[in-house]
């Protein structure tokens, strides 16, 4: 599936619709939230990357963030997602509509093959993200540290809250 179409968005994977990975790392690097999203200094080309769970979100053919649904690193069944939306599209409702059309295609296997259980980890300080996942119906998991290594190849900590959702809880 390369669109998905709500009452007012269309997302459209990365897949078919043109890049937007300048002007996504642009709004990003703008609102200063490189580190406040990511926890380490990340750079551009980590949007390059193409994979059919990366969808573009358009809101009156106006480009307002992304949505994705990737590998969990850490286990090899799960599927994390993210989210981002530009600062002046906020507190609209749409990386709630958003994030629902994605799962709910994801765990009818519309996005990515056979989707069972959908992980999400957020900085602990991320008080709209945490509020978000939860609205959406994801269960907290657990808090845990997880070190990354950051552009001077040093340890960074970074204070994470997991969440996990699976069909049954998406669907109740
Ligand atoms: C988190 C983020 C995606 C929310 O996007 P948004 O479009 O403003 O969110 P919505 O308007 O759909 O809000 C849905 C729910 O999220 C929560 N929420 C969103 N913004 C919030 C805020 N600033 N403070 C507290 N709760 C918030 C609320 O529960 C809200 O429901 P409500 O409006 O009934 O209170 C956006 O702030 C963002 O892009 N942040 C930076 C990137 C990020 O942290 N992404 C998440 C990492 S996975």
Do not use: W
Not at 62 to 70: D, R, T, W
Not at 122 to 139: H, W
């Amino acid at each position: 599936m390369t669109e998905i179409k709500t009452e007012r968005l269309l997302l459209k994977s990365t897949l078919t619709d043109i890049d937007r990975t300048k002007e996504m790392f642009s709004e990003i690097s703008a609102a200063n939230e490189i580190e406040a999203y990511f926890g380490i200094p990340t750079k551009e080309e980590i949007f390059s990357i193409k994979f059919p769970g990366f969808f573009n979100i358009y809101h009156n053919e106006q480009y307002i963030g992304y949505a994705a649904l990737h590998r969990d690193n850490n286990k090899t069944d799960d599927y994390e997602t993210e989210i981002y939306i530009i600062t002046r599209y906020r507190r609209q409702g749409f990386a709630e509509e958003a994030l629902k059309a994605l799962i709910g295609a994801a765990f009818c296997g519309e996005i990515v093959g056979k989707v069972d259980r959908i992980t999400s980890s957020v900085k602990q300080e991320n008080a709209p993200s945490r509020a978000l996942m939860l609205k959406i119906g994801f269960v907290q998991e657990k808090e845990c540290v997880c070190f990354v290594v950051n552009e001077h190849q040093k340890f960074v900590a970074l204070e994470l809250v997991q969440f996990y959702l699976t069909r049954e809880l998406f669907s109740r």
